[in-house]
């Protein structure tokens, strides 16, 4: 349903953290 915006999320989250 919501994989995409759970996976943009994750994504954010581990940019958010990496930077």
């Known amino acids: 349903m919501r994989r ?3 996976a943009l ?3 954010a989250l581990l940019s ?3 930077a």
């Open 16 to 18: 958010s953290s990496a």
């Open 4 to 6: 995409s915006l759970l």
């Open 9 to 11: 999320g994750a994504l």
